[in-house]
């Protein structure tokens, strides 16, 4: 009988034994389980309120820019005729940007597409106008890497195709698919794709928006500068006064060329001391320009290198009578169609004289412009001489036809 109730009580707590493992057992897999779906929901809970909290953002943002709908932009429509006009705020597709204008500069040549109505390569009207500016980044393009909404960026006017027969051999500037952007003069300015990947920069933060504007003119002065072969103590002469001829003359005087400077007008003496000029000779007499600056190189020898900055056929021939034997002239301005110039055969070859032509900018230069802005000993100031608002662009492209002493001026939007 005690035999039967020993094992009886055995067995009574090996089942209880069980029951209660197995009880455990049971509680720890509903733990364990509830702590990983608690887990779960928890992680994907915090994805879900990021999401929401990004994708609102974005709304918010985009609902500010565009909420507005529309901005103030020049819009080109034929000679001497610009209208401010309301329309739609640019939308980033893939791989573009939106900037909001920070500053936009005039330009001789926007000044020339005023006056004409239109411009062959770079713009047919109606069109967006002005094409040197600086910004902020408000919306970037799906796919867009290098920028975001808040960046300071100079968005240069043109972009080459990178697969032609001439940007292979790195002339950009001549590629046969150039893509031009204008739109500058107003308050927001779409910048293509292919702007974005090739030629868009951005600002160093010391760096004010309306110099790093002057990137543009100066990539193209740096390329005539460089294309024009020069070595430091190099006498240069630049024939012309405008915001291009002061600015390669400032490039070379930084890279530590003697330069001379034939100017037109008494403000263009100024800027030209101002910015490095060594000589200025002040005339709008041809003929009196080659004798006082022969006659200001040794033994009346002739510069070594010519710059014409004018974009007139008569200062190409005169550039080609300051040169000395085995100089460098460059046909850096820009004439009208269909203009012709005379050259003395003789003198070009058996003074064995090169001749070169600079056009536009390459990507290459651009960079080089915008490190000269940022380096410091570039003068940018003294190239904007004048600050208006965007409903004064008519009034300011008037005062420039006049020929007033203004380099450039800021239009602010
Ligand atoms: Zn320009
Ligand atoms: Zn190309």
Redesign the pocket.
């Known amino acids: 009988m005690a035999g039967t109730v020993k094992a009886a009580i055995l067995r009574g707590r090996k089942t209880v034994e069980t029951v209660v493992e197995e009880g455990l057992n049971t509680v720890d897999t509903v733990v364990e389980v509830g702590f990983n779906t608690v887990e779960t929901v928890v992680v994907e809970g915090r994805k879900k309120v990021e999401s929401a909290v990004s994708l609102g953002r974005k709304t918010v943002e985009h609902a500010l820019l565009h909420g507005r709908g529309t901005m103030q932009a020049a819009v080109l429509h034929g000679r001497e005729d610009v209208r401010i006009e309301q329309i739609p705020i640019p939308k980033a597709e893939a791989g573009e940007l939106v900037v909001q204008v920070g500053a936009a500069l005039t ?4 000044l020339k597409v005023f006056r004409r109505g239109y411009h062959a390569r770079m713009i047919v009207p109606p069109a967006l106008f002005g ?2 500016q600086a910004g902020t980044v408000v919306e970037a393009g799906e796919g867009v890497e290098d920028f975001a909404s808040g960046n300071r960026v100079v968005a240069l ?1 043109s972009a080459p195709c990178g697969q032609c027969y001439f940007c292979a051999r790195g002339q950009e500037n001549l590629c046969d698919d150039l893509l031009f952007n204008n739109g500058a003069y107003a308050e927001f300015i779409r910048i293509p794709a292919r702007i974005v990947a090739k030629n868009t920069l951005h600002v160093p933060d010391h760096v004010p928006l309306e110099h790093a504007a002057l990137t ?2 100066l990539a ?1 002065a740096v390329h005539g500068f460089e294309d024009s072969r020069p070595h430091p103590g190099d006498t240069v002469a630049i024939i012309g006064g405008g915001p291009l001829g002061l600015m390669i003359l400032h490039v070379a005087a930084l890279a530590g060329c003697q330069v001379i400077a034939i100017v037109k007008h008494d403000g263009q003496v100024e800027a030209a001391r101002q910015l490095g000029a060594t000589h200025v000779v002040q005339t709008t007499n041809i003929h009196k320009a080659i004798r006082e600056t022969r006659a200001l190189t040794e033994k009346n020898r002739g510069v070594d290198i010519a710059i014409e900055a004018v974009g007139a056929p008569e200062a190409w021939e005169e550039a080609v009578e300051m040169v000395r034997k085995g100089g460098t002239v460059n046909f850096f301005g820009g004439c009208a169609v269909g203009t012709h110039v005379r050259l003395d055969t003789n003198r070009i070859h058996y003074s064995d004289i090169t001749l070169r032509a600079t056009f536009h900018h390459t990507p290459a230069t651009c960079r080089k412009a915008l490190n000269l802005i940022a380096g410091g000993r570039f003068q940018a100031g003294a190239f904007i001489t004048g600050h208006a608002h965007l409903y004064e662009l008519n009034r300011v492209f008037q005062k420039l036809m006049k020929r007033s002493s203004e380099i450039k001026t800021a239009i602010v939007p």
């Not at 330009?107 to 926007?110: I, R």
Request: aromatic share 0%; hydrophobic share 0%; proline share 10%.
């Open positions: 330009c001789g040549t926007d094409h040197e006017n543009e003119p193209c």
